[in-house]
C-alpha cells in the first residue's frame, strides 16, 4: 500500500498545482479525500499505478464545475466515468440511461432466427 499511498499524494500535489495553475479554487486536505479502490460510477477498480492515462485511473470530479475542489465537491471515480460524463448534461446521461436500458430489455427477448 505504500506504492498507492505515494502516487495518491503525488496526484493529489500535482491537482493542488494545476487548480492554482488555472486560478480554481483548491480547499483540500489530503485526508479530506476519499480514495475509493472501486469506482463509484461505473465498479471497475481504480488503478493508481497505472502510467499515463487509462481507463481505470483516477480521476478528480467535481460534483458541480461551476464551485472549486473544496469539501462536498469532490470524488474520484475511474477516467472513463469522467469521460462519459464530461460533455453530458444531467438530463442526457438520464435519457442515455433510460434508453439504453430500455433497448437491452428489448434485445434480450428477442429469439435468434437461426
Sequence with gaps: YDDIY???RS???NKKANAKRDGVEFL???GDIDWPEVC?????PI???SEGRSENSCSFDRHDSNKGYVKGNLWIIS???NVIKL?????????FSINI???NDVMSEVKPLF
Design 28 to 30: 483540500l486536505d489530503f
Design 79 to 81: 477516467r472513463l466515468a
Design 87 to 95: 460533455d453530458a448534461s444531467m438530463d442526457e446521461l438520464k435519457t
Design 40 to 44: 463509484p460510477v461505473l465498479g471497475i
Design 11 to 13: 496526484k493529489f500535489i
Design 101 to 103: 436500458i430500455k433497448i
Design 6 to 8: 505515494k502516487e495518491q
Design 47 to 49: 488503478d493508481y499505478l
